[in-house]
């Protein structure tokens, strides 16, 4: 993390503050019901041909070239204008990808809008208005993450089938070649939810890795959707696994988090140790047949507390230690 990436992450952070944002918008599954009119959206060069965008909900990540664009999930619906708008001082072409590293609303609410500005090519007469499309981009996901957003909640779908995932996949992952760069999707079994992929963008040396990975606190492990504290160690090592850092120095390959700031390998590795940690904690204490209150007594994050457990913080140390408890017990 350079001291250029910080203050660049910590301006985006205060201005999004003083746009009034819902804390809970920003936060990994968070958000719904908010007003998004003042929402502001950041973006921010990654590395290479990959940039990153801040609004609320998930971070976008955009990739340009002389093919078009694909994106790395979509925040919320309101916000399809505006990041549409970000994406055109990047590039005027062709919307052709969205993968989705999950299925959460915070990440893929604008999905429908833009699959259907797919087919806009700016310039000419052509408006920004993504009701201009005829065809759209192509939304990729692994097929959990499919079946979560299809599901049906008391009669509804989930997620509006237009929404949907056009491209799912099974197994490890999938490969594609888009702008002269090779985009590893990659399933992470059973981490934040059982259906999250990250994002390899190889020659620009950058990796979006969805809610795997954020800087804004504890991690949250949705055991509804079939997360486990296990898969989101798999997937920190699995990141640092990837990552190739410039010997005694910041940098190298950049990591796009699910919720926060632009990263490198150093911070992951920090991320990575307190997770590791915690979870080797609660398993000490799980085998001493603690019960679940006797370990959030116990209290296993206590020291990292302050740097995770902030004011109106999304996951506090209490519901990490549950959610690596139950996790544990499964
Ligand atoms: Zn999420």
Redesign the pocket.
């Known amino acids: 993390m350079s001291r250029t990436h910080f203050n660049i992450a910590f301006a985006t952070v205060a201005l999004a503050t003083l746009a009034c944002l819902a804390v809970a918008a920003q936060q ?2 968070g958000g719904g019901g908010q007003n998004f009119d003042n929402v502001e959206i950041h973006l921010q060069k990654a590395q290479g041909n990959v940039y990153m965008l801040v609004g609320a909900g ?1 971070n976008v990540t955009v990739q340009v070239g002389d093919e078009g664009v694909a994106l790395v999930d979509t925040q919320y619906a309101p916000l399809s204008n505006k990041i549409l708008a970000a994406i055109r001082t990047l590039s005027p072409g062709p919307l052709r990808y969205i993968i989705n590293t ?1 299925s ?1 609303p ?2 893929v609410g604008g999905n429908e809008n833009l699959k259907k500005a797919g087919a806009t090519i700016a310039g000419g007469n052509v408006t920004l208005d993504i009701q201009d499309a005829a065809q759209g981009a192509q939304i990729i996901s692994h097929i959990n993450a499919y079946k979560h957003m299809s599901a049906r909640v008391n009669g509804q779908p989930a997620t509006p089938t237009a929404a949907w995932p056009t491209s799912t996949f099974i197994g490890d992952g999938k490969k594609l070649y888009f702008n002269g760069e090779g985009i590893q999707i990659i399933h992470q079994p059973a981490a ?1 939810t059982d259906g999250d992929s990250i994002v390899f963008f190889r020659k620009s040396d950058v990796i979006s890795a969805g ?1 795997v990975f954020v800087t804004t606190g504890y991690p ?1 492990i ?1 055991l509804n959707t079939g997360g486990n504290i296990q898969g989101i160690v798999a997937g920190l090592n699995k990141i640092v696994d990837l990552c190739i850092p410039v010997y005694g120095q910041e940098g190298g390959t950049m990591v796009i988090p ?1 919720h926060g700031r632009l990263s490198d390998v150093g911070d992951v590795i920090n991320y990575r140790e307190m997770v590791t940690i915690v979870r080797d904690r609660v398993q000490d204490m799980v085998k001493k047949n603690m019960t679940l209150e006797q370990v959030k007594a116990a209290k296993p994050t206590r020291d990292y507390d302050p740097l995770y457990n902030t004011p109106g913080a999304f996951i506090t140390g209490d519901a990490f230690v549950e959610a690596v408890y139950r996790s544990l017990k499964k």
Do not use: S
Request: charge should be negative.
């Open positions: 990994p599954g998930g999950h959460h915070d990440h934040h809610d949250f949705d699910g």
